[in-house]
């Protein structure tokens, strides 16, 4: 079965031309003949074929690809395939203030990371430990050790299983190389700040498998990132820009009400953080507190907030260090044992600005309660401050209700420096089996053993909360929220050191150990037709563990975003799939393929995948798919305790109010059923000469009862549009909201349909070769209902007509209509110089404060490379990134969940222009 018939050209080379582009080129003429043909296996079948010969829609990036687009991470390398949303996707850019550990995720057509399978040489990888769903950190995965990534942008869930709903991500890692080979490169925005980038790999290859028997491929890298912060981009310095956003985070000396000690707030609290104003403020000295001014408070005031986005990072300092190894060795001349190997380990570090403090985010910690301390900052009318500074403020104002009676006053906490999250992830990844053929079968065992683990910890600007107001609240400490600079001095700096929190708060695990096997061959076979089937078993074991510090299952310590408790959960699925493929003619085949999923804890599922292929003539290709999917509920979905903690920023349309936090319930759902898709594609492949190759295939795909958690936002705006379906997530006191119930539920539907289109031209002449290629994703539709039956239209915008959010907008990015890729590669001699524009259509993002539409305009960003192999065994590169340095449009009022100010986060790259140079020699 190794040997193969050799079909005719055409139809292996059109098709291959219809899958070999990737970023940029074809590597062979389109009509080219491979002497000796070898079957392979493509993603999206477990069927050995003639290569790339397969009628489901795979784009495939070669390692030359990689290199042209100057990419310094996994994540940034998977920015520019059209087919990968930010929408549903995580980069670590988000993870300034949302506690991603350090994630970096991928969604295909927007549907999110959890329906986007990603694959490790056609295996599984361990989710990421700090979520605990099917999310895989893509930046775990050595940029340097990838082969080629095969891209099926086809639902595949009756080949694959749960979490292939949207499609699949296979990262083929080197499997053979020639010698040793050294690789370096350096990069540096040209504007001034953070964001340099530096890299070095080795890679060797041992042992001929045909003459010694056994191969093994070892190879090592590393590679550093450098913080970049606001105040280095005129752009995303500050959060304020009238007309079109302004700031509102949690400010210094803001008077939230009166206090009675041991009874609680008095009539009149304003919950909120500018309160009746701040004395500062009516002076506009609020910069001597390094705050910014604001003139009108929740009471009418002027009032000080903290203008937070110099003190944000706009990208994490980053490290990644691994190792990978491919092993084989040759039994006899039909048989071998293969095993392979990843261990990586990144370290994440997100700066951003010091901790909030004030009575609402202090309702949700339990300690002050059990330790009877008021939630609350006081300043006591026996205060000096009280007297000299509060008194004449609220006589100027009329608030003389308030005088006499100790203050609930907010805090800006300078004391303990800036938060520091630093977060260390590993992932490590072992596979043993057994391959060859036996009576004329193809067959295949194999066990994985895959593991990440997350450890979070914390080095600066965290406090416990109970601990830091059992220090303010003493009267005789004489506590002054206005004191110059804004950190306390003397007795009570000392004093306040005992709160300060520093170290571990979680250790999470993802565990997943799979045995899988199968066999594989030919049918039977009328004339000179062949069928062929494919059959297997998988049994799969996840297992899912966090341990939160007492500290952080208290809820106690500032920032972290309320309490968490333990999770330990496990189970267990068991799978059966089969496969089998008829050539009806000669220029005509189907394809189908069955899989039923068994789950211990969610019940079971069968699904299945059918594709046709017909190739009329020798130019022209069609095919079409139709199938299935589920998505069970993840350990994390389902056991993750529902706790109290504190919603991320929202704005309230009934009050006006913007930067709100309240109390928030949030957690996961035992009681979630799972999703259920059907998705299909038609398309079409067409080589009118040797040089030229286009094609196009259209995808619809169809979601029932989607998993998701709504966001506060979402909820508030759907709350106050009238929607019963949220009457019960809102808690209100008079016309303020005070809780918001967030929780993962079975939320609606969602209809997503588009075309990909690719395009690649090539041809040589007397003065070089030329190769260009295009592809591209216009998405038509992206529906999606409320739990009301109310319907977002989510393409080309993060808001409805009214401004409010659609659905998902708060958690992740938009879904672009369109979204492109061109490549031109010059090669003459020794020489290659490549061009690339990345194409992206503008869309809403939001209204102003005086309510009109904002919108960003479309945008084309170029990036140039030019690579020198004259000297033996050596390869140079330089490039730029961003050619012509273009800066991105204001976000306007930001939908999105992200601290950063100024511009879209999972839009654009805010390094800006950035240089890089590459070397890398080979030893033989």
């Known amino acids: ?99 991603t550990g350090g994630l970096s995720s991928i969604s295909l057509r927007g549907l999110g990371s959890d329906r986007t399978l990603v694959l490790v040489n056609g295996r599984r990888i361990a989710a990421f430990a700090g979520g605990g769903g099917a999310t895989v950190n893509v930046n775990v995965i050595p940029i340097a050790a990838i082969e080629r990534i095969e891209i099926l942008k086809d639902g595949a869930s009756g080949v694959y299983g749960s979490d292939a709903v949207a499609g699949v991500v296979n990262f083929i890692l080197s499997k053979k190389v020639e010698g040793v080979e050294v690789n370096a490169g350096y990069g540096t925005p040209t504007a001034s700040g953070g964001g340099q980038n530096q890299k070095a790999s080795i890679i060797g290859g041992f042992g001929n498998l045909d003459t010694d028997g056994f191969s093994v491929v070892l190879s090592g890298s590393y590679e550093k990132e450098k913080t970049l912060f606001g105040r280095d981009r005129s752009y995303a310095s500050t959060s304020t820009v009238l007309p079109y956003f302004n700031g509102t985070a949690t400010g210094l000396g803001n008077i939230q009400g009166s206090f009675t000690p041991g009874v609680g707030k008095d009539s009149g609290f304003s919950t909120g953080g500018s309160g009746y104003g701040n004395p500062l403020a009516a002076q506009n000295q609020c910069s001597t507190i390094k705050m910014a001014f604001l003139p009108k408070s929740a009471k009418g005031a002027p009032y000080c907030y903290y203008d937070s986005a110099p003190d944000v990072g706009l990208i994490p300092d980053r490290e990644l260090a691994n190792f990978t190894g491919n092993f084989t060795y040759k039994l006899n001349a039909n048989n071998e044992l293969f095993g392979d190997a990843l261990y990586s380990q990144s370290k994440v570090t997100q700066t951003y600005q010091p901790s909030p403090a004030r009575a609402s985010f202090f309702e949700t910690d339990g300690q002050f309660a059990a330790q009877g301390v008021d939630p609350a900052l006081l300043l006591f009318p026996s205060n000096p401050a009280y007297q000299a500074i509060a008194v004449p403020y609220l006589q100027s104002r009329g608030f003389t209700s308030l005088i006499g009676k100790p203050l609930s006053i907010t805090s800006r906490v300078f004391d303990f420096g800036p938060r520091q999250n630093v977060d260390k992830a590993t992932q490590s990844r072992m596979v043993i089996g ?63 050191k005992s709160a300060q929190f520093s170290g571990d708060f979680l250790e999470a695990t993802s565990k997943s150990n799979t045995l899988d096997g199968k066999i594989s061959g030919d049918l039977f076979k009328y004339g000179d037709l062949t069928s062929q089937y494919a059959a297997g078993f998988q049994s799969r074991k996840e297992n899912y563990v966090t341990s939160p510090s007492a500290a952080y299952q208290s809820g106690d310590i500032s920032g972290l975003g309320g309490q968490q408790v333990p999770i330990d959960r496990d189970r267990t699925i068991n799978s059966f799939f089969g496969e089998v ?30 594709s046709v292929r017909w190739q009329p003539t020798k130019i022209a290709l069609f095919r079409a798919s139709v199938g299935t999917g589920f998505r069970a509920p993840t350990l994390s979905d389902l056991w993750t305790p529902q706790t109290l903690g504190t919603t991320e920023a929202f704005n309230d349309p009934a009050t006006g109010q913007t930067g709100l936090q309240v109390n928030q319930v949030s957690g ?18 067409l080589q009118p000469t040797n040089t030229t190759s286009v094609g196009i295939d259209l995808f619809n795909v169809e979601i029932k009862d989607i998993l998701a958690t709504p966001s506060a936002q979402e909820i508030v705006s759907r709350f106050r549009a009238g929607d019963t379906s949220y009457a019960s997530l809102v808690q209100l006191s008079g016309n303020d909201i005070t809780l918001v119930r967030s929780i993962l539920a079975n939320t609606g539907d969602a209809k997503v349909q588009g075309a990909d289109v690719f395009a690649t031209w090539r041809d040589t002449f007397s003065f070089g070769r030329l190769d260009l290629a295009l592809n591209g994703t216009y998405t038509s539709k992206f529906d999606q209902t409320s739990p009301g039956g109310d319907i977002s239209h989510k393409v080309g915008t993060l808001v409805d ?15 672009l209509r369109w979204k492109h890729q061109i490549a031109g590669t010059w090669s003459i001699g020794q020489w290659a110089t490549t061009l690339i524009q990345n194409y992206r259509t503008g869309y809403e993002v939001g209204h102003d404060l005086n309510d009109n539409r904002v919108f960003i305009s479309s945008e084309a960003l170029y990036d140039a490379n030019v690579s020198y192999k004259g000297i033996k065994n050596l390869t140079l590169g330089f490039g730029v990134k961003n050619l012509f340095d273009k800066k991105p449009d204001i976000i306007g009022t930001a939908v999105t969940n992200q601290f950063q100010a100024g511009y879209d986060v999972t839009q654009f790259d805010p390094r800006g222009r950035f240089v890089y140079m590459t070397a890398g020699y080979r030893f033989k």
């Open 434 to 496: 057994a391959r060859g053929t036996v009576a004329n079968q193809d067959y295949e065992i194999g066990f994985t053993s895959n593991e990440s683990k997350l450890t979070s910890s914390v080095t600066t600007g965290y406090f416990s909360q109970v601990g830091y107001a059992k220090i303010i609240n003493d009267p005789a400490n004489n506590w002054n929220p206005w004191t110059p600079g804004g950190s306390q001095t003397g007795a009570l700096a000392d004093k306040l």
């Open 1 to 99: 079965m190794i040997k193969e018939k050799i079909l005719s050209k055409s139809v292996r080379m059109i098709f291959s031309s219809s899958v070999a582009i990737g970023l940029g080129f074809l590597t062979q003429p389109a009509f080219s003949q491979d002497a000796s043909p070898q079957r392979i296996e493509i993603t999206g079948s477990s069927l050995k074929r003639v290569d790339s010969e397969t009628a489901l829609p795979v784009q495939v990036i070669t390692k030359a690809e990689i290199a042209r687009t100057g990419a310094t991470s996994t994540e940034e390398l998977l920015t520019s395939i059209s087919a990968l949303s930010s929408a549903g996707a995580t980069a670590n850019a988000t993870g300034a203030g949302t506690s």
């Open 801 to 815: 007509g009214a401004g409010n959010p659609v659905i998902g907008a708060q958690n992740g990015g938009v879904v």
């Open 668 to 685: 996961g759902n035992p009681n979630l059923k799972p999703e259920k898709s059907k998705q299909y594609s038609i398309g079409m492949v």
């Open 581 to 610: 493929n008829i050539p009806v003619l000669k220029t005509l085949e189907g394809n189908i393929a069955v899989r039923n999923d068994r789950y211990n804890d969610v019940g079971a599922s069968t699904n299945y995948k059918a």
